[in-house]
């Protein structure tokens, strides 16, 4: 069955629509940026307390050259005050492209005829798995059109396929899903299934942009959509990620709006979202949007260190979407996580080809096109640990008990040493020869930092015991 908006189950806060456009467009056209008040705000930010829409409208009206470069600085050092120089790895895996929905953005659209329309069988599915985790991967989102084919039940039978893929030492231990969104039975069915993070995105948070771009389809419902994941709380999935699609709209109300969703996760759940990601509009088929909202490099960079000074324990996401020149440069102000060796060819992992990418048989283009070991040996050179880690996850360091633990920063004991004996697994079984002796001279640079500050005979105990052929290994 599709999942309509017949009603909200939970009056009052949840499951109701939170986004007030005159109020969050009153907050951008007045509040004046100053040196002092932007440095007021990076200074809070600083001391890891989440930005209100008032201070957040501050940093966004700063159009200061040396003031913008103190933001960046800003949202640098809280980066690394919070997540340290860990970023988390993952792929994303299209099981299917049917759809419902006009979205004029987006080459799955259903009125599109030219896109090549595939469902992974379970066989091709296991195989797709079976590729990410033979070049290393442990972490996949596994990515659906909106169609009644994609039920529930559906979604749920896919994820545990892919848990029971085991090759050589290899597993996949974290399945998050994008999918369209569900009512709450149909969040508990999913979350049954063991998911990590669901992921919705608004695309835009402004109501008559949102109808401009969407066309037909269940996706029209601009409130079932910005209500969604309050039901997968509701259902007791308590790790959710947002997102908005910049160029549909402007983007310094996309900000805000991303903010104001947090608040009222923050608010009504008492956790704020796992993840916030912000793809930019990117080259698709069929393709036809207004060009007026485009966002610039520039406007792109600076946003990213806006958005880390406003959510300071909120993971953000940045895919293969954007080149690599552009995702190396905002990884230093706030990305926590990236995808690896993409290719969104629904069946492209287990074909292993250097083809040229198909617009007819992809959702839209990918601009970073290296492969999982070149990012990887990117990020060492970089002096970045790459991390597959999912132990929050699997000992249930998740949503309010996540927050108990990343707040007051105590997460840093666990996350760095998890992240060392994630890539220390990926360099015995998949790196390159190259990679490899790059990868442990950075481990033992790591270590030498941590024991500065704390105890690392345990970790070092257990990078023995990968070395000798255990896997699987955390705190």
Same mark, same amino acid.
């Given at each position: +069955?599709?999942?309509?908006p017949?009603?909200?189950s939970i009056?009052?806060?949840?499951?109701?629509?939170?986004?007030?456009?005159?109020?969050?467009?009153?907050?951008?056209?007045?509040?004046?940026?100053?040196?002092?008040?932007v440095?007021?705000?990076i200074k809070?930010?600083?001391?890891?307390?989440?930005?209100?829409l008032?201070?957040?409208?501050?940093?966004?009206?700063?159009?200061?050259p040396?003031?913008?470069?103190?933001?960046?600085?800003?949202?640098?050092?809280?980066?690394?005050?919070?997540?340290?120089?860990?970023?988390v790895?993952?792929?994303?895996?299209?099981?299917?492209?049917?759809?419902?929905?006009?979205?004029?953005?987006?080459?799955f659209?259903?009125?599109?005829k030219?896109?090549?329309?595939?469902t992974?069988?379970?066989?091709d599915?296991?195989?797709?798995?079976?590729?990410?985790?033979?070049?290393?991967?442990?972490?996949?989102?596994l990515v659906?059109?909106?169609?009644?084919?994609?039920?529930?039940?559906?979604?749920?039978?896919?994820?545990?396929?892919?848990?029971?893929?085991?090759?050589?030492?290899?597993?996949?231990?974290?399945?998050?899903?994008n999918?369209a969104?569900l009512?709450?039975?149909?969040f508990?069915?999913?979350?049954?299934?063991?998911?990590?993070?669901?992921?919705?995105?608004?695309?835009?948070?402004?109501?008559?942009a949102?109808?401009?771009?969407?066309?037909?389809?269940?996706?029209k419902?601009?409130?079932?959509?910005?209500?969604?994941?309050d039901?997968?709380?509701?259902?007791?999935?308590?790790?959710?990620?947002?997102?908005?699609l910049?160029?549909?709209?402007?983007?310094?109300?996309?900000? +805000?709006?991303?903010?104001?969703?947090?608040?009222?996760f923050?608010?009504?759940?008492?956790?704020?979202?796992?993840?916030?990601?912000?793809?930019?509009?990117?080259?698709?088929?069929?393709l036809?949007i207004?060009?007026?909202?485009?966002v610039?490099?520039?406007?792109?960079v600076?946003?990213v260190?806006?958005?880390?000074?406003?959510?300071?324990?909120?993971? +953000?996401?940045?895919?293969?979407r954007?080149?690599?020149e552009?995702?190396?440069q905002?990884?230093?102000?706030?990305?926590?996580?990236?995808?690896?060796?993409?290719?969104l060819?629904?069946?492209?992992?287990?074909?292993?080809?250097?083809?040229?990418?198909?617009?007819?048989?992809?959702?839209?283009?990918?601009?970073?096109?290296?492969?999982?070991?070149?990012?990887?040996?990117?990020?060492?050179?970089?002096?970045?640990?790459?991390?597959?880690?999912?132990?929050?996850?699997?000992?249930g360091?998740t949503?309010?008990?996540?927050?108990?633990?990343?707040?007051?920063?105590?997460?840093k004991?666990?996350?760095?040493?998890?992240?060392?004996?994630?890539i220390?697994?990926?360099?015995e079984?998949?790196?390159s020869?190259?990679?490899?002796?790059?990868?442990?001279? +950075?481990?033992?640079?790591?270590?030498?930092?941590?024991?500065k500050?704390?105890?690392?005979?345990?970790?070092?105990?257990?990078?023995?015991l990968?070395?000798?052929?255990?896997?699987?290994?955390?705190?």
């Open positions: +069955m599709i999942y309509t017949e009603k909200y009056a009052d806060k949840k499951n109701v629509p939170f986004i007030d456009s005159k109020e969050i467009w009153d907050f951008i056209n007045t509040e004046a940026s100053t040196p002092e008040k440095r007021e705000v809070k930010s600083l001391s890891k307390k989440r930005l209100s008032q201070e957040t409208a501050i940093l966004i009206n700063t159009n200061d040396v003031l913008i470069e103190e933001i960046k600085e800003g949202a640098r050092q809280l980066k690394e005050n919070v997540y340290g120089d860990r970023i790895l993952f792929a994303p895996l299209y099981v299917g492209n049917l759809c419902i929905n006009n979205c004029v953005y987006c080459g659209q259903a009125k599109n030219d896109v090549l329309r595939v992974l069988e379970k066989q599915l296991q195989k797709e798995a079976t590729a990410l985790v033979d070049s290393g991967h442990k972490r996949l989102i659906y059109g909106e169609h009644p084919h994609y039920s529930p039940e559906f979604i749920a039978d896919s994820v545990r396929t892919v848990y029971g893929i085991k090759s050589k030492n290899g597993e996949i231990r974290r399945v998050n899903i999918a969104p009512d709450v039975e149909g508990k069915t999913v979350k049954e299934s063991g998911i990590g993070t669901y992921q919705v995105f608004q695309e835009t948070y402004h109501p008559e949102y109808s401009k771009v969407h066309l037909g389809g269940i996706k419902d601009f409130d079932w959509r910005l209500t969604s994941l039901r997968a709380q509701e259902a007791g999935i308590d790790d959710v990620g947002i997102g908005a910049f160029g549909l709209y402007d983007w310094r109300f996309e900000v +805000m709006s991303l903010v104001r969703h947090v608040n009222h923050e608010a009504v759940f008492n956790v704020g979202p796992h993840t916030i990601s912000f793809p930019r509009i990117q080259n698709a088929s069929a036809n207004d060009k007026q909202y485009l610039s490099d520039e406007n792109f600076k946003l260190a806006i958005l880390r000074l406003a959510v300071p324990y909120t993971g +953000m996401i940045l895919t293969a954007e080149s690599a552009i995702r190396d905002v990884l230093r102000f706030g990305i926590s996580q990236i995808d690896g060796g993409t290719n060819e629904i069946g492209g992992y287990s074909k292993h080809s250097e083809e040229v990418q198909d617009l007819n048989k992809e959702q839209f283009q990918i601009n970073d096109t290296r492969s999982l070991n070149e990012i990887i040996e990117e990020l060492i050179s970089k002096d970045y640990i790459p991390s597959f880690c999912t132990a929050c996850y699997r000992l360091r949503g309010e008990h996540f927050m108990e633990f990343s707040v007051p920063g105590f997460i004991r666990f996350c760095a040493p998890n992240a060392i004996l994630t220390a697994e990926y360099l079984d998949y790196a020869f190259e990679t490899k002796a790059k990868g442990y001279k +950075m481990i033992e640079r790591k270590l030498e930092e941590l024991s500050t704390q105890e690392i005979a345990a970790l070092q105990e257990k990078l023995n990968l070395k000798q052929g255990q896997r699987d290994l955390y705190f």
